[in-house]
């Protein structure tokens, strides 16, 4: 079974543009949750999407923002990109089955903003 | 919200040796999970581990829920086994939202 996917990779962009980021999920997975890692502030949550709907919603600016597909893909989008935005973006998939909520990571994408 | 603190902060190690490591939380939660971060930054699935024990060849878990606690255990540890080990959380109402420990971060010398 393949595992959670992330596209792209890297990414340099300059302050002030905007970005996208892409998640497959695992097959039949049905949540998608981002969080942001940053070497000062460690992993923290921004949203989690089940079933194209936002369910929970992280301590985060306006800014950052995702959405859901039917196919369970899921992407965020950060607008006016500041420098303290540079970090670790990471994806997870669960069944989000009843309490049975095991999140199952992807690669990463790894922001940076000059 | 939740409150996750993992000790130590960093432990060093010689090759064989074992160690434990500590990861409380606050509140009771739903899920538990023991993550092992590898140099390009991914985020491995050690245990899912809400209560219990389990154990996978020579890394074990222990998590007791109405103590607020769980415990890693990594026993003849070996040079590979270097990195960032994350607990996390889930908490209540918080559907898929983890919140993560400031991790311990293990270094084995040969």
């Known amino acids: 079974k393949a595992g959670v996917t992330q596209t792209p990779r890297y990414l340099i962009k300059t302050r002030g543009q905007q970005v996208t980021l892409s998640c497959s999920p695992i097959s039949g997975h049905r949540s998608v949750s981002w969080y942001q890692q940053t070497p000062g502030q460690g992993l923290q949550f921004l949203f989690e999407y089940f079933s194209e709907t936002q369910r929970n919603k992280g301590n985060f600016p306006g800014r950052f923002s995702g959405r859901q597909f039917s196919n369970s893909r899921s992407e965020m989008n950060v607008s006016t990109l500041e420098l303290g935005d540079s970090a670790l973006y990471l994806c997870?998939?669960?069944?989000?089955?009843?309490?049975?909520?095991?999140?199952?990571f992807g690669p990463g994408t790894r922001l940076t903003v000059l | 919200g939740i409150q996750v603190e993992q000790s130590p902060p960093d432990l060093i190690l010689q090759e064989g040796a074992n160690s434990t490591l500590r990861c409380n939380f606050s509140d009771s939660v739903n899920n538990l999970q023991w993550f092992h971060q590898n140099p390009w930054g991914q985020l491995i699935n050690l245990f899912y581990i809400p209560s219990g024990t389990k154990q996978n060849g020579r890394l074990s878990a222990t998590t007791v829920a109405t103590e607020r606690y769980s415990l890693l255990y990594i026993s003849s540890s070996q040079t590979t086994d270097s990195g960032v080990y994350f607990c996390?959380?889930?908490?209540?109402?918080?559907?898929?939202?983890?919140?993560f420990g400031q991790g311990t971060i293990l270094t084995v010398h040969p």
């Open positions: 996390a959380v889930e908490g209540g109402t918080s559907y898929g939202k983890l919140t």
């Open positions: 997870a998939s669960s069944k989000s089955s009843g309490r049975y909520n095991e999140q199952f």
